[in-house]
């Protein structure tokens, strides 16, 4: 498995290839949807032996599996709906990701603090982060990373000095993980590719190929270069997350109401000096009592997330200075110091639509993250609803209702069985061993970032830096990303665009300044157009994308 993550099958000079396969082979399993829910479908499908393709009108992961908070998480604030059983399915999948894609899944402390008149006192945070860990840990193979402690006021100002000191009665650290959203979609995906899987962007399922009243394929535009075409298949999954209803209303009078409520999050990136903050902390609004986090990435800080009711475009969700506003208000009061003015401080935004299952009568925030799985009448499967941290469980239940059906023979499996160690996975020790046989001189913190985002595959990096020592230049000054990196996303994963990289194989977009960003985009063109062939008019037209993208992140600024 490990020696086909880096055959250069799976990339942009073999699309080609890959669409031959898709108009010829006859699929198990045609998965519509290349974020988090379709790539775990597609990884469950592959190991249980079937052959599976699938298609995504966009890029990989680009809906909501790369504007998410960053976090595989269990959901502490689900404690206070009731949904225990939510809380102990995300919290044992967090702890089997820690264990088995480690590079990649990094637990980080969280602080809960007790804070005078607030909405949580001391004896709700301790009920709290008890049972968060007892549902994580009780009768589980994998244990979360740590348990957690209570601090008192003073200990409480020793672990986060820039905090407000006013008010603060003590609190509890708590363990989550943050993780690269997208890159765990790509990942997952590679997941299934080297188990046979066929799988593109940029390819759009715009009808079904119906006979005798069941679905026997889907009918395919390829938005690159606008070629028409079937797959056929046995099995059709709509994973399209928010937009799952488009899917579905093919069929309107079986979905008579539709099924998917979207809300807005967005997120606000900082240098993590200029918030103060030295951990991960739960920040309740100052407006409405909701709950949000702050985050550290390394040197950064990922501020969010908001939760409001959004009918605009899905495919293109921005913030804007009221989504700002309510973070900053908040974050003002709980760290006083911070230097959080748009113009000289913020370095860039995201907003991502959550496809949050409609449930009558709750608020935005109440909604649940559960996950819904259906079959129509005419055999469409759809998958709707979840969180990032549960995506193999949703995978594994979608599965389930397939055997139910008898569909498949022979794909029965044991509960757990796709809790498997992932073929990109490298421990730290590995790779602090494995570096020293690379006479590479890079900086440590470059080190450190390239094993946290590709494990395995900065391996890979390294060897592309042997061949040409250039690779290991920064793309921009004080940031950690190298050319290497984006050389490698070019050669061992389908990324026909500039935004492409810097918005789903990096997170070039969200920690490169946005004064910055123009640069940055002219240098990773340039690699670009080296690899593909692109000419000058070609590479201006991709530059010139990107950064309406990015102005319109900080339009309000």
């Not at 402390?109 to 009920?127: A, D």
Request: aromatic share 10%; hydrophobic share 35%.
């Amino acid at each position: 498995m490990e020696s086909r993550l880096f055959d250069q099958s799976w990339n942009v000079k073999n699309r080609e290839n890959i669409k031959t396969r898709l108009k010829e082979t006859e699929y198990d399993v045609i998965v519509i949807g290349a974020g988090i829910t379709g790539a775990g479908v597609a990884r469950e499908g592959a190991m249980r032996g079937l052959k599976i393709a699938l298609v995504d009108m966009q890029d990989f992961a680009a809906g909501t599996s790369s504007r998410s908070s960053k976090l595989a998480h269990g959901g502490i604030r689900y404690l206070s709906h009731g949904e225990m059983d939510l809380v102990k399915e995300a919290t044992t999948e967090r702890n089997w990701m820690q264990a088995h894609i480690p590079h990649l899944i990094r637990p980080i402390p969280f602080l809960f603090v007790n804070w005078e008149g607030g909405k949580y006192n001391e004896r709700s945070i301790k009920s709290a982060v008890k049972i968060y860990d007892f549902l994580s840990d009780k009768d589980q193979e994998f244990k979360n990373y740590k348990q957690h402690q209570w601090y008192s006021a003073e200990e409480v100002l020793e672990l986060e000095p820039k905090i407000k000191k006013e008010g603060n009665k003590g609190g509890a650290v708590y363990y989550d993980c943050n993780v690269d959203d997208a890159r765990l979609t790509i990942e997952t995906l590679k997941e299934a590719v080297i188990r046979g899987a066929d799988i593109i962007n940029y390819c759009e399922a715009v009808d079904y190929s119906i006979e005798d009243g069941k679905i026997t394929g889907v009918k395919c535009k390829d938005r690159e270069d606008g070629e028409e075409f079937e797959i056929k298949g046995t099995l059709v999954v709509n994973a399209t997350g928010i937009w799952s209803d488009d899917l579905l209303n093919v069929y309107p009078d079986e979905v008579p109401e539709p099924l998917i409520r979207p809300t807005k999050g967005v997120h606000l990136t900082y240098k993590r000096e200029d918030v103060g903050n030295e951990m991960a902390t739960i920040i309740t609004s100052i407006t409405d009592e909701r709950a949000f986090f702050v985050l550290p990435r390394g040197d950064y800080t990922i501020i969010g997330t908001t939760d409001t009711d959004y009918n605009d475009d899905l495919a293109n969700p921005y913030c804007n200075k009221d989504d700002a506003d309510y973070l900053i208000k908040s974050v003002r009061y709980y760290f006083p110091d911070a230097k959080l003015e748009y113009k000289d401080y913020l370095l860039e935004t995201y907003a991502g639509i959550r496809p949050l299952v409609k449930e009558k009568g709750k608020s935005e925030s109440d909604v649940s993250r559960k996950h819904v799985i259906f079959f129509n009448e005419n055999g469409l499967l759809t998958i709707a609803g979840g969180k990032l941290t549960t995506w193999r469980a949703m995978a594994e239940d979608l599965f389930n209702e397939v055997e139910e059906k008898n569909i498949f023979p022979d794909i029965e499996r044991e509960k757990g069985f796709s809790k498997q160690k992932f073929a990109i996975a490298l421990e730290k020790d590995d790779w602090e061993e494995k570096r020293k046989e690379y006479n590479i001189n890079i900086d440590d913190k470059v080190a450190d970032h390239l094993y946290m985002q590709y494990g395995l595959g900065a391996l890979e990096i390294l060897k592309l830096i042997e061949e040409n020592p250039d690779l290991k230049d920064p793309i921009v000054d004080e940031n950690e990303f190298i050319k290497a990196e984006v050389l490698y996303s070019l050669r061992y994963e389908i990324t026909p665009h500039l935004i492409d990289v810097f918005c789903r194989r990096t997170e070039m977009s969200l920690f490169i300044n946005h004064k910055k960003q123009f640069e940055a985009a002219k240098t990773v063109a340039d690699i670009m157009a080296e690899e593909y062939s692109w000419n000058d008019a070609k590479k201006e037209q991709e530059i010139q994308q990107y950064i309406d993208y990015v102005k319109k992140t900080v339009e309000f600024v």
